[in-house]
């Protein structure tokens, strides 16, 4: 709403051809003029959205720059630190081993939902999702679901963040239709896939917000995350325990945590007190990334992601959390 009067304004007053090279702007001012709800207070605003000019309309050639095609997803391999990342974490696994800091992992409890008797909507099959990927991502969705059930009260309101199409969250609201369900996603075209499922399902206690997850600024009394990459679980967490809220996390991308405005790692004084530097607490994580099965370094792999969520159970456990540190079921659907 803050971008179109600029767009707008820019559609009104700049001509310029090849087209083309703005199809991803065009196609969302499309949309956000198709929408009636905009579209009438635009016209209430005194602008008046017009039909997407043709290339007869464009008027002056401009130059179109080169432009480097480098990812911008710090999470991307190509932005890993190669020096940090192939070195030993021996040192640092000594020095937590001398402070006896282990993975203190708990009973796993899982129940595998019936997806042939829920609506079909609900199916991560509906969400985009290639055929291949189908059977372990139901397996995480009852990992994750098994546990929220478990700790929801009725009435409560959930948070999903990095909700992508809803896949956790459907299901809670589904399953908890006394309960508010918000669904947090800064992707447009997931967030899209989730509300049409939504209300495929005519679900009435869900609730989307496309943003980013440290701009939802709202009371809630439980946060759920699935595979939110390196900083963002711990961003989640953080809000989680701002707000005295119960969580489930599972993270993912352990390579891409690293310090920012909002957090400081290691995250627990437990951790800190045992002298551990930023640069070796990178390198735990950078370690516990190479966890692929049969590989020589994947018990070491596994070892590092055990103590960087041991960072994040201590923390809570400092804000006075009883917390359960868990591997999802079956272990082969994720590590």
Same mark, same amino acid.
């Given at each position: 709403?803050?971008?179109?009067?600029?767009?707008?304004?820019?559609?009104?007053?700049?001509?310029?051809?090849?087209?083309?090279?703005?199809?991803?702007?065009?196609?969302?001012?499309?949309?956000?003029?198709?929408?009636? %709800?905009?579209?009438?207070?635009?016209?209430? +605003?005194?602008?008046?959205?017009?039909?997407?000019?043709?290339?007869?309309y464009?008027?002056?050639?401009?130059?179109?720059?080169?432009?480097?095609?480098?990812?911008? /997803?710090?999470?991307?391999?190509?932005?890993?630190?190669?020096?940090?990342? /192939?070195? @030993?974490?021996?040192?640092?696994? %000594?020095?937590?081993?001398?402070?006896?800091?282990?993975?203190? /992992?708990?009973?796993i409890?899982?129940?595998?939902?019936?997806?042939?008797?829920?609506?079909?909507?609900?199916?991560?099959?509906?969400g985009?999702?290639?055929?291949?990927?189908?059977?372990?991502?139901?397996?995480?969705?009852?990992s994750?679901?098994?546990?929220?059930? =478990?700790?929801?009260?009725?009435? %409560?309101?959930?948070?999903?963040f +990095?909700?992508?199409?809803?896949?956790?969250?459907?299901?809670?609201?589904?399953?908890?239709?006394?309960?508010?369900?918000?669904?947090?996603? @800064?992707?447009?075209?997931?967030?899209?896939?989730?509300?049409?499922?939504? =209300?495929?399902?005519?679900?009435?206690?869900?609730?989307?917000?496309?943003?980013?997850?440290?701009?939802?600024?709202?009371?809630?009394?439980?946060?759920?995350?699935?595979?939110?990459?390196?900083?963002?679980?711990?961003?989640?967490?953080?809000? +989680?325990l701002?707000?005295?809220?119960?969580?489930?996390?599972?993270? +993912?991308?352990y390579?891409?945590?690293?310090?920012?405005?909002?957090?400081?790692?290691?995250?627990?004084?437990?951790?800190?007190?045992?002298g551990?530097? /930023?640069?070796?607490?990178?390198?735990l994580?950078?370690?516990?990334?190479?966890?692929?099965?049969?590989?020589?370094?994947?018990? %070491?792999?596994?070892?590092?992601?055990?103590?960087?969520?041991?960072?994040?159970?201590?923390?809570?456990q400092?804000?006075?959390?009883?917390?359960?540190?868990?591997?999802?079921?079956? =272990?082969?659907?994720?590590?």
């Amino acid at each position: 709403m803050i971008v179109f009067p600029c767009v707008h304004y820019f559609m009104e007053n700049l001509s310029f051809s090849h087209l083309e090279n703005f199809e991803n702007v065009l196609n969302w001012y499309q949309r956000m003029t198709n929408n009636e %709800q905009i579209r009438e207070a635009a016209i209430k +605003c005194g602008m008046f959205p017009k039909t997407i000019p043709t290339s007869s309309y464009l008027k002056p050639s401009i130059t179109i720059p080169t432009i480097n095609q480098d990812s911008l /997803y710090k999470r991307d391999p190509s932005h890993s630190k190669m020096r940090i990342k /192939y070195k @030993n974490p021996t040192e640092t696994l %000594q020095l937590l081993e001398k402070f006896k800091i282990y993975p203190e /992992y708990s009973e796993i409890c899982c129940t595998q939902l019936d997806w042939n008797n829920l609506p079909k909507e609900l199916h991560p099959a509906t969400g985009d999702l290639p055929a291949k990927r189908l059977e372990r991502k139901c397996q995480q969705i009852e990992s994750i679901v098994t546990a929220a059930l =478990k700790i929801a009260v009725e009435g %409560q309101t959930i948070v999903e963040f +990095c909700a992508g199409g809803g896949h956790v969250g459907l299901l809670l609201a589904y399953f908890l239709p006394k309960c508010k369900i918000i669904l947090i996603e @800064n992707k447009e075209s997931s967030m899209q896939r989730a509300f049409l499922r939504a =209300k495929a399902l005519n679900l009435k206690n869900i609730v989307f917000y496309q943003c980013n997850l440290d701009y939802f600024k709202r009371s809630f009394d439980m946060g759920i995350s699935l595979h939110a990459c390196g900083v963002a679980t711990d961003l989640v967490i953080q809000q +989680c325990l701002q707000q005295q809220a119960s969580f489930v996390c599972c993270p +993912c991308c352990y390579g891409g945590i690293q310090d920012t405005h909002l957090l400081q790692y290691p995250l627990s004084n437990t951790f800190r007190t045992t002298g551990l530097s /930023y640069k070796n607490y990178t390198l735990l994580a950078h370690c516990a990334d190479r966890n692929e099965v049969n590989t020589p370094t994947a018990k %070491q792999g596994e070892l590092c992601m055990g103590l960087i969520d041991m960072d994040r159970v201590h923390l809570a456990q400092e804000y006075k959390y009883v917390v359960k540190l868990t591997t999802l079921h079956p =272990k082969s659907c994720s590590p």
